[in-house]
């Protein structure tokens, strides 16, 4: 993670800090339905630990931070849409808690759930 030196000392923000806001963040998004691994491996790793941060890799890049993203979005809902929300809330999210940019915001959407909704035959 970027690292900023002030005059009184360091400041030095985790990525478990940065991907927690990212995951409140997320969560306000309409058609975002849950969080996704990247990988099997990954999945069963962080399934048995019970992180709330599944699914939100931070990093950064020439002292911007870089977030990806692996989510599950409701199926019938323009992807596209929900994606470009995602990028906007994070980067909103994150840039106004941490005070340092976001460089990107990267969505991968790992699959689809229909809603639980009852159908009605009218």
């Known amino acids: 993670m970027p690292t900023k030196d002030e005059s009184l000392g360091t400041i030095d923000i985790s990525s478990a800090t940065v991907a927690t806001i990212a995951s409140q963040a997320i969560n306000q998004c309409y058609g975002v339905v849950g969080m996704a691994s990247k990988n099997l491996a990954d999945g069963i790793a962080r399934a048995l630990s019970r992180d709330s ?5 931070v990093s950064s890049l020439d ?3 870089v977030i990806d993203v692996y989510v599950i979005v409701e199926y019938g ?3 596209k849409a929900v994606a470009e929300s995602i990028q906007h809330t994070v980067k909103f999210h994150v840039e106004k808690a941490v005070g340092w940019p976001v460089h990107s915001v990267n969505v991968y959407v790992q699959g689809l759930r229909m809603s639980k909704e009852p159908r009605t035959n009218g």
């Open 77 to 79: 809902v323009r992807i």
């Open 63 to 65: 002292n911007e931070i």
């Open 53 to 57: 941060r599944r699914g939100i890799e």
